[in-house]
T-cell receptor, first 117, second 114 residues
Framework: AQSVTQPDIHITVSEGASLELRCNYSYGATPYLFWYVQSPGQGLQLLLKYFSGDTLVQGIKGFEAEFKRSQSSFNLRKPSVHWSDAAEYFCAVGVYFRAGGGNKLTFGTGTQLKVEL | DTEVTQTPKHLVMGMTNKKSLKCEQHMGHRAMYWYKQKAKKPPELMFVYSYEKLSINESVPSRFSPECPNSSLLNLHLHALQPEDSALYLC?????????????FGPGTRLTVL
């Protein structure tokens, strides 16, 4: 079974500083990886995804992530954080359910980002 | 357009009430999902529908009853809920294509069971 670990429960950065959120996954085959962001009381917004190909993927809001198979990691980065980036960030691995259709997302426990002005 | 809509935004119900949550998407997606999310926790998958048929039921109690009337709509019927069922209920949809499937989430319904 697949699993996702986000080692950092909380991270605080100053506005304008760089950011890296860590994500490690466990899955036997090629993983489909996602980063979602959630503001309080809101739904999840897709930041970026990796299926195959270029291991550095670009997303919305200036975020990027790098897939490293050797380290089973998919870390999220942003060169300069804005106060509006404060939110909960979830890494997820997706597995397609061939028997019936649809896919199962397994989420990490999330990282709460606080931005200091 | 990657919009999934959910109604109502907020719902308060007693343990003997019957209510329904609704979800709609117009992206032509063929898979739809219900998740439950407790505070400070990641979403937990409840049900998956693929081409209007129930594909996955994650051992959810029978007081939650999903329904997919057509490819654009997904309902979650609630009956005899418990206070511990209070949570944010999220709906999502995806194309249902192996290898490239991406789920898009709605804003959620905040449910409080008294």
């Amino acid at each position: 079974a697949q699993s996702v670990t986000q080692p950092d429960i909380h991270i605080t950065v100053s506005e304008g500083a760089s950011l890296e959120l860590r994500c490690n996954y466990s899955y036997g085959a090629t993983p489909y990886l996602f980063w979602y962001v959630q503001s309080p009381g809101q739904g999840l917004q897709l930041l970026l995804k990796y299926f195959s190909g270029d291991t550095l993927v670009q997303g919305i809001k200036g975020f990027e992530a790098e897939f490293k198979r050797s380290q089973s990691s998919f870390n999220l980065r942003k060169p300069s954080v804005h106060w509006s980036d404060a939110a909960e960030y979830f890494c997820a691995v997706g597995v397609y359910f061939r028997a019936g259709g649809g896919n199962k997302l397994t989420f990490g426990t999330g990282t709460q980002l606080k931005v200091e002005l | 357009d990657t919009e999934v809509t959910q109604t109502p935004k907020h719902l308060v119900m007693g343990m003997t009430n019957k209510k329904s949550l609704k979800c709609e998407q117009h992206m032509g997606h063929r898979a739809m999902y219900w998740y439950k999310q407790k505070a400070k926790k990641p979403p937990e998958l409840m049900f998956v529908y693929s081409y209007e048929k129930l594909s996955i039921n994650e051992s959810v109690p029978s007081r939650f009853s999903p329904e997919c009337p057509n490819s654009s709509l997904l309902n979650l019927h609630l009956h005899a809920l418990q206070p511990e069922d209070s949570a944010l209920y999220l709906c999502a949809s995806s194309q249902d294509s192996e290898g490239q499937d991406t789920q898009y989430f709605g804003p959620g319904t905040r449910l409080t069971v008294l």
